[in-house]
């Protein structure tokens, strides 16, 4: 099964940690290490690309199975004040709202509690989509490549608001959109190209309701800047996550929806694609299993569901799964 899990992904742990005067408990290394078992499924015209789908029939096309979901993350932490810190892996933080990034960088702690991270992703970008999506005949496939950087800043100056941004740029080794349909022009072939800068912003704040739960709602941008002016689009986007405890139970809740607004009519639909899209993933997490300390029981479901004016581009995903989370 040949999936690339960007927006529902597994959970490692589920707490979102607020601003201490240290990044770790102590200088060194520390991390975590989970291992989930999940069952999928994706439907989609664009990006499942099983030996199945080579020939579009017209119909929504869904590739489903069971996955094993290694993760991991891995952090240096340095300095008089152990407020230096190098990581390497998958954030917890970004893993508790639904979304899983291979992540590598550097975050400093100021005195004010501002934290600062630095931080390159040689992989969310990556996959495998079709050549020439639109094709009624025997379609091939090609790699999705690019690289992301992101700065975020958590906390500023102390208080309970973050920033997140971050610039990608999407290239396809042979991106051939539209080739393989006879009415469209060379110009109108074009305006299909997925080859773009992307820019995202997230902006959220932290309002503690009580000592067990805690909110996290959010404001999103992203603009995709495609070389294809019928794929270039501004997306605008809300969020809200619940985090809570008890006793010795955690959970995450995450609700998001999102608005696509593309800038060109579609040459081969004769309209200006726009898309909803909605998405809920929840987490949970027992800590001590096994009377260990340092072993966690995590499970976890998801969905998204992305509705476009244009059929061809709906799509749907959900995933759920259990794991055990090792801290070290």
């Known amino acids: 099964m040949k999936q690339a899990w960007s927006v529902l992904a597994v959970s490692l742990g589920l707490v979102s940690q607020v601003a201490v005067a240290k990044l770790g408990e102590s200088n060194g290394f520390s991390g975590e290490i989970a291992l989930n078992a999940a069952y999928a499924s994706k439907t989609s015209n664009l990006t499942n690309t099983d030996d199945e789908f080579r020939n579009y029939t017209g119909s929504q096309q869904e590739d489903s199975g069971a996955l094993v979901l290694p993760l991991g993350s891995l952090q240096y932490t340095f300095g008089a004040q152990s407020n230096h810190q190098l990581f390497l892996g998958t954030s917890r933080a970004d893993i508790a709202v639904g979304t899983v990034a291979l992540e590598a960088g550097y975050k400093y702690l100021f005195r004010d509690k501002t934290k600062?991270?630095?931080?390159?992703?040689?992989?969310?970008?990556?996959?495998?989509?079709?050549?020439?999506?639109?094709?009624?005949?025997?379609?091939?496939?090609?790699?999705?490549?690019?690289?992301?950087?992101?700065?975020?800043?958590?906390?500023?100056?102390?208080?309970?608001?973050?920033?997140?941004?971050?610039?990608?740029?999407?290239?396809?080794?042979?991106?051939?959109?539209?080739?393989?349909?006879?009415?469209?022009?060379?110009?109108?072939?074009?305006?299909?190209s997925r080859n773009a800068d992307i820019f995202y912003?997230?902006?959220?704040?932290?309002?503690?309701?009580?000592?067990?739960?805690?909110?996290?709602?959010?404001?999103?941008?992203?603009?995709?800047?495609?070389?294809?002016?019928?794929?270039?689009?501004?997306?605008?986007?809300?969020?809200?996550?619940s985090?809570?405890?008890?006793?010795?139970?955690?959970?995450?809740?995450?609700?998001?929806?999102?608005?696509?607004?593309?800038?060109?009519?579609?040459?081969?639909?004769?309209?200006?694609?726009?898309?909803?899209?909605?998405?809920?993933?929840?987490?949970?997490?027992?800590?001590?299993?096994?009377?260990?300390d340092n072993l966690s029981l995590v499970a976890f479901a998801g969905a998204t569901n992305s509705d476009s004016n244009i059929d061809f581009y709906d799509e749907k995903d959900w995933i759920t799964a259990v794991g055990l989370n090792w801290k070290f």
């Open 116 to 192: 600062v991270s630095v931080s390159f992703l040689p992989t969310i970008l990556e996959g495998e989509v079709w050549q020439d999506p639109y094709t009624t005949d025997t379609r091939n496939t090609t790699k999705e490549k690019g690289n992301a950087y992101r700065l975020q800043l958590d906390n500023i100056a102390g208080s309970l608001f973050s920033l997140d941004l971050a610039y990608g740029k999407r290239e396809l080794d042979e991106e051939r959109s539209g080739t393989g349909v006879p009415a469209l022009s060379p110009q109108e072939v074009q305006l299909l």
């Open 201 to 241: 912003g997230k902006f959220k704040m932290m309002l503690p309701v009580n000592r067990q739960v805690l909110l996290y709602p959010a404001l999103i941008y992203t603009q995709q800047d495609a070389d294809g002016n019928a794929m270039k689009h501004n997306t605008y986007g809300a969020e809200l996550s």
């Open 243 to 292: 985090f809570m405890s008890f006793g010795n139970h955690k959970l995450a809740l995450t609700l998001g929806y999102l608005k696509r607004d593309y800038d060109a009519a579609n040459p081969i639909y004769d309209k200006t694609r726009g898309d909803d899209e909605w998405k809920a993933f929840l987490a949970y997490e027992y800590p001590g299993i096994f009377y260990s």
